[in-house]
C-alpha cells in the first residue's frame, strides 16, 4: 500500500475529517491532503507527528511493513556500558566509572538468579 493511501485510512480509521486531522497536526488541509493523494511528503519532524498522532510506525505509514505496532527498541545495556564517552545527565563517566557500574549491574543479576532459583527450590519442595 503507498504512503498517502495509508495516510487516508489512518485518518479515517480514527474518524477525523482533513480539517480535524489537519489541525491536530499543525498543517493546512492542502498540505494534509497533497500527502494524502501522494503528491507530496511531509518533512521528518512531521512523520513524527503523524505516528504519534495515528498510534503506528513511521514503517507502517511509509508503507515498508504490515505490522502497525511500532517495534521496542532493545538494547544491551553490557555493550551500551562499554561505550566511550558516556555521560550522565551531562557528567562525563571516566573508563573506571563505567567499569564499576559493569560490576555492580553483573552482581546484582547474579544475585537475583540466586533468588529466583532458591525461591524455585522451595516451591519445589512444597513450602
Known amino acids: 500500500m503507498n504512503f498517502?493511501?495509508?495516510?487516508?485510512?489512518?485518518?479515517?480509521?480514527?474518524?477525523?475529517?482533513?480539517?480535524?486531522a489537519a489541525g491536530k497536526l499543525g498543517?493546512?488541509?492542502?498540505?494534509?491532503?497533497g500527502w494524502e493523494?501522494?503528491?507530496?511528503?511531509?518533512n521528518i519532524e512531521m512523520m513524527k507527528q503523524l505516528t504519534a498522532?495515528?498510534?503506528t510506525s513511521a514503517d507502517y505509514?511509509?508503507?515498508?511493513?504490515?505490522?502497525?505496532?511500532p517495534k521496542p527498541l532493545t538494547m544491551?545495556?553490557?555493550?551500551?556500558?562499554?561505550?566511550?564517552?558516556?555521560?550522565?545527565?551531562?557528567?562525563p563517566l571516566s573508563d573506571e566509572e563505567l567499569r564499576t557500574m559493569r560490576v555492580l549491574l553483573e552482581y546484582v543479576l547474579n544475585e537475583k538468579k540466586?533468588?529466583?532459583a532458591n525461591a524455585d527450590e522451595r516451591k519445589a519442595q512444597g513450602e
Open 4 to 20: 498517502g493511501v495509508r495516510l487516508k485510512e489512518l485518518r479515517k480509521e480514527l474518524g477525523m475529517t482533513l480539517e480535524e
Open 76 to 91: 544491551n545495556a553490557k555493550e551500551i556500558l562499554m561505550r566511550k564517552g558516556l555521560h550522565w545527565d551531562g557528567q
Open 53 to 55: 498522532l495515528y498510534g
Open 27 to 33: 498543517v493546512s488541509i492542502p498540505a494534509l491532503s
Open 61 to 69: 505509514i511509509l508503507g515498508l511493513t504490515e505490522d502497525r505496532e
Open 37 to 42: 493523494q501522494g503528491h507530496r511528503r511531509p
Open 114 to 116: 540466586k533468588d529466583n
